[in-house]
């Protein structure tokens, strides 16, 4: 059985830094990762994605630049190191994984989903 935990969200000030960490387990490969997050009142979004190896990564325009997606296949973990961070970037995030090769931007190429993390940016 698939699953998807993750951690490490919380409060934060604007201009601080968080790191999310996602463990999965269940398989032993998992081709893409990916990191979603939903506001409140609106739909799910993309954040972030990156295949197995590290050497095709995807942001979303919103948190290119702030935002780093990293992977650590020994320790079955995904990270989304996160800074600059604005109360917009307030949301719950979720970790995702798909069975497709290549990264997708696309909610409904995932399969897996974790239960999320909350992260609240003050201003």
């Known amino acids: 059985q698939v699953q998807l935990v993750e951690s490490g969200g919380g409060l934060v000030q604007a201009g601080g830094s968080l790191r999310l960490s996602c463990v999965t387990s269940g398989r032993t490969y998992f081709p893409v990762m990916g990191w979603f997050r939903q506001a409140p009142g609106k739909e799910r979004e993309f954040v972030a994605a990156?295949?197995?190896?590290?050497?095709?990564?995807l942001y979303a325009d919103s948190v290119k630049d702030r935002f780093t997606i990293s992977r650590d296949n020994a320790k079955n973990t995904v990270y989304l190191q996160m800074s600059s961070l604005k109360p917009e970037d307030t949301a719950i995030y979720y970790c995702?994984?798909?069975?497709?090769?290549?990264?997708?931007?696309?909610?409904?190429?995932?399969?897996?989903w974790g239960q999320g993390t909350q992260v609240t940016v003050s201003s």
């Open positions: 995702a994984t798909t069975l497709r090769v290549g990264v997708s931007a696309q909610t409904v190429d995932y399969n897996y």
């Open positions: 990156i295949n197995w190896r590290g050497s095709s990564i």
